[in-house]
């Protein structure tokens, strides 16, 4: 191995941070996990995003016994990077504690999730996670950003099925909503026998909106199980998120173009009961043909790593770094 000729890409989530270290030939020599990434405006955001992106950082080039300065080229997509903000400085200074490489690319992590699940081909990711966004781009780099506005205002994502949740349960404990095991999810997720009981907890100072987003696996469940008040929860998000998926394509590409959409993030574990009226709701832009992500976010990270360089993304390279990915990131 020469000096400097290491990828590193991170991929820095509100669940976890993941980072993977290849050689430049595509072989990955390394894989890492730090905290989640946050917003940098949020309670001592930068030492959080320090500790998330270095975290990862140091866990992958540890687990291939590799030091720093043999990275050629980093590339990062960020949840709290937004497009062209203020943070990217600050990246780029928690990165050179590390590691100096000679091309460093940092952006929004709805690009990496499109590069990993494309391999940088034309495209849409419908990225839903906390938060939902469609990102989509085309055969000469023109962009469309659809939803992506934030927890208050992103539909589809964990925390707007968690806060529907909320409202069927509490609805149905007034009697002014249908019956649904919905309300005893909430009791026991948030630890109240009576629903009322719901409004210190939430409303208190120190709450979180991640506590409401934990709820959608249950309410998920609950749906693949017969609960109609939940399978209207759910398939509700699924007709929305392909809806964002739709406004990506409208603002991007010709009537009728075929456009592959990759549903990514870590609501669309919750299957078919989702995925169903996802790809009915594409049939409102004809041509959008739904696809499983070859690769994920991370791996997409790596592939702009080598774009950096100037390194062309050939079927081979590409093949190697499924044949060396590690299982857990799959």
């Not at 955001?45 to 720093?68: H, K």
């Amino acid at each position: 191995m020469t000096a400097r000729d290491l990828l590193l890409g991170i991929d820095g989530g509100q669940t976890t941070t993941k980072a993977l270290v290849a050689h430049r030939n595509g072989t990955i020599l390394g894989a890492g996990v730090g905290p989640a990434c946050d917003h940098f405006h949020g309670p001592d955001g930068y030492e959080r995003n320090r500790a998330a992106i270095q975290g990862a950082i140091t866990s992958a080039l540890g687990s291939a016994s590799i030091r720093g300065n043999g990275v050629a080229s980093i590339a990062l997509g960020l949840t709290s990077a937004p497009r062209g903000g203020t943070q990217n400085p600050l990246v780029r200074r928690i990165v050179a504690e590390v590691c100096e490489p000679d091309v460093f690319w940092v952006d929004a992590d709805f690009v990496t999730n499109l590069l990993g699940a494309s391999t940088g081909q034309p495209g849409i990711a419908v990225v839903a996670g906390g938060g939902s966004v469609a990102y989509g781009r085309d055969a000469t780099g023109n962009e469309a950003i659809c939803g992506g506005l934030g927890y208050l205002l992103d539909t589809g994502s964990a925390w707007n099925i968690g806060l529907a949740g909320l409202r069927a349960a509490t609805q149905a404990g007034d009697l002014r909503g249908p019956e649904t095991a919905i309300v005893d999810v909430v009791r026991n997720h948030f630890g109240v026998s009576n629903l009322r009981d719901l409004v210190p907890v939430i409303y208190d100072a120190a709450f979180t909106r991640d506590r409401i987003a934990a709820l959608a696996p249950a309410i998920v469940a609950l749906a693949q199980s017969g609960d109609e008040p939940a399978r209207c929860i759910a398939t509700g998000a699924g007709r929305d998120l392909g809806l964002l998926a739709v406004g990506a394509a409208r603002q991007l590409f010709p009537d009728g173009a075929a456009v592959d959409v990759y549903p990514t993030g870590g609501v669309f574990r919750a299957g078919e009961i989702l995925l169903e009226p996802f790809r009915e709701a594409l049939v409102q832009r004809p041509g959008l043909a739904m696809r499983p992500p070859r690769f994920p976010p991370v791996v997409g990270a790596v592939i702009q790593a080598r774009r950096g360089l100037g390194d062309p993304v050939v079927d081979a390279w590409l093949d190697r770094i499924a044949a060396t990915l590690p299982a857990q990131f799959r």
